[in-house]
């Protein structure tokens, strides 16, 4: 029943934006949920990128090194939305990103979207 939807990949040159978006549907009371961006470059194993916690935790976040300053997650609980605003893109950022829910706020993270891919050109 619960579904996650990224969209927004595609191919950036380095140094360009791109937000990529996840539309949740079936995950209950939306706002209660964690939500991450995680992702998986060739060869390499799946990271988080960002994450935002639900209500309970109110909503804090959370950034990899690697991305801090540069990317921006951030929700929308009226429209069940999470966003990934990715400014001064690297080529490094290349990778499949995917959407994930956490019911637990444990970073139990039990729900995920199939992904979409980010190329960046240098």
């Known amino acids: 029943q619960a579904q996650l939807a990224e969209s927004g990949g595609g191919l950036v040159q380095a140094g360009g934006s791109l937000r990529l978006s996840c539309a949740a549907s079936?995950?209950?009371?939306?706002?209660?949920?964690?939500m991450g961006w995680f992702r998986q470059a060739p060869g390499k194993e799946r990271e988080a990128v960002a994450t935002?916690?639900?209500?309970?935790?109110?909503?804090?976040?959370y950034y990899a090194d690697a991305v801090r300053g540069r990317f921006t997650i951030s929700r929308n609980n009226a429209k069940n939305m999470v966003y990934l605003q990715m400014s001064s893109v690297k080529p490094e950022d290349t990778a499949v990103y995917y959407c994930?829910?956490?019911?637990?706020?444990?970073?139990?993270?039990?729900?995920w979207g199939q992904g979409t891919r980010v190329t960046v050109s240098s």
């Open positions: 994930a829910a956490d019911s637990t706020n444990l970073r139990t993270y039990n729900y």
């Open positions: 079936g995950l209950g009371l939306f706002s209660r949920y964690a």
């Open positions: 935002v916690g639900g209500s309970t935790t109110d909503y804090r976040t």
